[in-house]
């Protein structure tokens, strides 16, 4: 495909300047343009998930003082300075490839700013599995008409544009769909990537299910139905460790439950299991209405 001029190439003006991001947003991670068509609309990125992992440092137990990691040569035992360190590609055990760093930096995409649209598909036709790191992709100066256009035509039609983005000398497949009158973009994995359902079928038993047990199993599954509300749903663990975190730096009393060990699986008949699954479900119910 030819590369686009600034003669062919159509500019969205807003009517009303854009809105600055909310504060705690930040800085964008990303800032370029979506081009589709003779279409460009100037966006700007933001990460859409902040992932609340409780990190820790590693600390010398005698004295709680941080460790350092260095670089060890295991046949001199000697440190290594990381500018004498090269990257290598293994092919075979203890054989490696080393690739200097002029030579990877020659093959890394050039950071183009352009989400470039190749085609528009079905949102349906997309297997989550694809997914990947969601953003929240906001209008920047000038594209403020374009980028409510291209809400709109995503929505009405239920696709999503597909293309590919260089983020950080990395390209991305990227997928670009609407939610809530705001595009999402979600980078993507490549096929090869992905191990494809099909390609495990031949590693699960061919045991069928009796009518009886597809027919309660569904019974069980429509009583647990629900809407999706995902305020009520909480990171267990990690709310467990930043308390108990907490009450060790007030110098608090810690009362740790022991581990009870892996027990062997009970074997229960299948049936069975579904009506005392249902009858349990049914009382909760029933006891929440009372």
């Given amino acids: 495909m030819a590369r686009k001029t600034k003669t062919d190439t159509i500019h969205f003006s807003p009517k009303k300047t854009v809105a600055a991001p909310a504060a705690r947003l930040g800085k964008p991670f990303w800032s370029g343009s979506i081009s589709f068509g003779l279409v460009n609309v100037p966006i700007r990125l933001f990460p859409a998930v902040h992932e609340k992992t409780v990190r820790f440092h590693l600390l010398h137990n005698k004295d709680e003082v941080r460790l350092h990691q260095k ?34 930096k020659a093959l890394q995409p050039k950071a183009e700013r352009v989400l470039e649209l190749i085609s528009f598909v079905e949102l349906n036709q997309i297997d989550p599995i694809y997914f990947d790191q969601p953003f929240y992709v906001l209008p920047a100066e000038g594209g403020g008409k374009g980028y409510h256009l291209l809400v709109e035509a995503l929505g009405q039609t239920k696709r999503a544009g597909i293309g590919k983005i260089i983020m950080k000398t990395k390209e991305y497949l990227a997928a670009l769909r609407p939610t809530d009158n705001i595009l999402c973009l979600e980078t993507m994995h490549f096929r090869d990537e992905v191990v494809i359902a099909d390609e495990l079928i031949g590693d699960i038993p061919h045991v069928k299910a009796s009518e009886p047990e597809i027919k309660m199993a569904i019974q069980l599954v429509e009583s647990l139905a629900a809407p999706f509300k995902p305020e009520q749903l909480h990171d267990d663990y990690r709310e467990a460790l930043l308390k108990l975190i907490n009450e060790k730096a007030k110098g608090g009393h810690i009362a740790v439950s022991p581990v009870k060990e892996d027990e062997e699986p009970e074997v229960i008949d299948l049936m069975a299991a579904l009506q005392k699954s249902l009858v349990s479900v049914k009382k909760a119910k029933g006891s929440k209405a009372a």
């Fill in 71 to 104: 670089l060890v040569c295991p046949i001199d035992n000697e440190e290594v300075p990381r500018e004498d360190a090269v990257k290598g590609y293994e092919i075979e055990k203890n054989k490696n490839v080393v690739l200097q760093p002029e030579e990877i």
